[in-house]
């Protein structure tokens, strides 16, 4: 479930774009971000649990286009948020990240009269057996 302290409108499912395979190391084309209820592959071998943080673009607090700007900064976050899970995915040794639960939060500074989102991102890295040896996925060397 998607929370927000913003509660004028819930957040919609993500678009197509953030759910398209990216190339990681030599698997082109590999799906590599997977939300909620998608799982990854049932070879992916756990390697922990993580957290990643993102902020939106900032777009100016007006009341004129409202919606428009927030769908923006959603958009905007979204991508920074798919970015930033496929860097710690390669900087992590991993191959697969299932986001499992995020927090969505406007933030808003009076002194520049910007309004921007926050995001926090539960995720579970996984990795994948097939490209490694049997003895390795055992444990064994």
């Known amino acids: ?13 993500l678009p197509a774009p953030f759910d398209q395979g990216v190339e990681v190391g030599a698997q082109a084309n590999t799906k590599v971000i997977y939300w909620h209820r998608d799982l990854p592959p049932l070879d992916a071998e ?5 957290i990643v943080e993102a902020a939106s673009a ?3 607090s007006t009341v004129a286009h409202r919606d428009e700007l927030w769908d923006r900064c959603y958009q905007n976050l979204m991508a920074q948020i798919c970015d ?3 860097q710690e995915v390669l900087r992590l040794g991993g191959s697969y990240a299932h986001v499992l ?22 995720y579970m890295l996984y990795r994948s057996t097939k490209s490694r040896p049997k003895s390795a ?4 060397q």
């Open 58 to 60: 900032r777009v100016p």
């Open 84 to 86: 930033r899970l496929v």
């Open 46 to 50: 756990y390697m922990g649990e993580h």
């Open 1 to 13: 479930m998607i929370k927000t302290t913003d509660s004028r409108r819930p957040l919609q499912p």
């Open 101 to 122: 639960d995020e927090s969505i939060e406007s933030r808003h500074d009076d002194i520049t009269g910007e309004s921007w989102l926050h995001g926090c991102f539960t």
């Open 137 to 140: 996925a055992l444990g064994r």
